[in-house]
């Protein structure tokens, strides 16, 4: 079992920045990705952002020269760096991790951007 703790979360005025942590602990194994995704009310859970243990990251297009996945293996967490935020990006944000076949979640991190 793999447990995930986001925390970082907030309200935030159009334009400014928030940053997302997000701790591993329990069974995984070394090689695994991480990753945020994120649910607006009344629509679908979409990646946002997604990072390997080996650094590669891909981004959605919504958030590409705003937001900056990155993690640190040694404490098994993953950041999300968000800049230049809008209103549409307001959502609950949740952390993923696929180990061993399998993927775990975070409870979510609400982020609302007021306008």
């Known amino acids: 079992q793999v447990q995930l703790v986001e925390s970082g979360g907030g309200l935030v005025q159009a334009g400014g920045s928030l940053r997302l942590s997000c701790a591993a602990s329990?069974?995984?194994?070394?090689?695994?990705?991480m990753g945020w995704h994120r649910q607006a009310p009344g629509k679908q859970r979409d990646l946002v952002a997604h990072i390997t243990s080996g650094g590669s990251t891909n981004y959605a297009d919504s958030v590409k020269g705003r937001f900056t996945i990155s993690r640190d293996n040694a404490k098994n967490t993953v950041y999300l760096q968000m800049n230049s935020l809008k209103p549409e990006d307001t959502a609950v944000y949740y952390c993923?991790?696929?180990?061993?076949?399998?993927?775990?979640w975070g409870q979510g991190t609400q982020v609302t951007v007021s306008s």
């Open positions: 993923k991790i696929i180990t061993g076949g399998r993927q775990y």
């Open positions: 329990g069974s995984m194994f070394s090689t695994n990705a």
